[in-house]
């Protein structure tokens, strides 16, 4: 089983829709987690943490559910510059590694 | 504003060559990191480290090596590039605090070993 796992997609919605993406994570130990942005042939960013009692920035909600060992990430009012891969990271219990999941694709469609 | 440098976006080297990956970072962070990225396959990491000198392997350092002999530099080293070695490399650096600590990217290198 993955460390990191999360549903390739892509995902194809029409502006203004709202999605929703899942990760779930095998470690329980896991400390710390967070959605990454990755556009086509640029770097990753960090798009933003997730906290235990759920954050919000904007049209963005992030969720985690410790019990399940899950992180949802969820975008409303979809713009087309949300087209992007978004991954899914988790930072190894006891280290400061940061673990990937593969990413999701999102395309957002006129 | 973190800056994460890499030396060069595109690379294309032969195979056998002794390729050279450069990274600085300016913001004093302890933690420096080298992932590939292929697709199917996400980010994987090849190595880290925690401090000057300092250095573990991570999940596919075979081919690799690593060193870090100035705070502010992580050099990648392919011994004789492979042609699977073809990929996208990023350098990554961070705080040593792994409570909701970013880790801010380099902006790649795309090697090809031909």
């Known amino acids: 089983r993955k460390e990191v796992e999360q549903d390739p997609g892509p995902f194809n919605v029409p502006e203004g829709a709202t999605v929703a993406f899942n990760c779930t994570y095998s470690?329980?130990?896991?400390?710390?987690f967070f959605w990454y942005r990755q556009d086509c042939r640029k770097e990753p960013k960090l798009l933003m943490s997730?906290?235990?009692s759920g954050n919000e920035d904007g049209r963005f909600t992030a969720q985690l559910n410790r019990a399940s060992q899950y992180i949802s990430l969820l975008i409303r009012d979809s713009k087309l510059s949300d087209s992007a891969t978004y991954l899914c990271?988790?930072?190894?219990?006891?280290?400061?590694?940061?673990?990937f999941g593969t990413g999701t694709r999102l395309k957002v469609l006129a | 504003d973190v800056k994460v440098t890499q030396s060069s976006r595109y690379l294309v080297k032969r195979t056998g060559e002794k390729v050279f990956l450069e990274c600085v970072q300016d913001?004093?962070?302890?933690?420096m990191f080298w992932y590939r990225q292929d697709p199917g396959l996400g980010l994987r990491l090849i190595y880290f480290?925690?401090?000057?000198?300092?250095?573990e392997k991570g999940d596919i350092p075979e081919g690799y090596s690593v060193s870090r002999e100035k705070k502010e530099r992580f050099s990648l080293i392919l011994e004789s590039a492979s042609t699977n070695q073809t990929s996208m490399y990023l350098c990554?650096?961070?705080?040593?605090?792994?409570?909701?600590?970013?880790?801010?990217f380099g902006q790649g290198t795309r090697l090809t070993v031909v």
């Open positions: 990554a650096s961070s705080v040593p605090d792994y409570r909701n600590t970013e880790a801010f």
């Open positions: 470690n329980s130990a896991s400390q710390s």
């Open positions: 997730v906290y235990s």
């Open positions: 990271v988790v930072n190894e219990s006891g280290t400061y590694k940061y673990i």
């Open positions: 913001m004093d962070h302890e933690n």
């Open positions: 480290s925690y401090d000057v000198k300092m250095k």
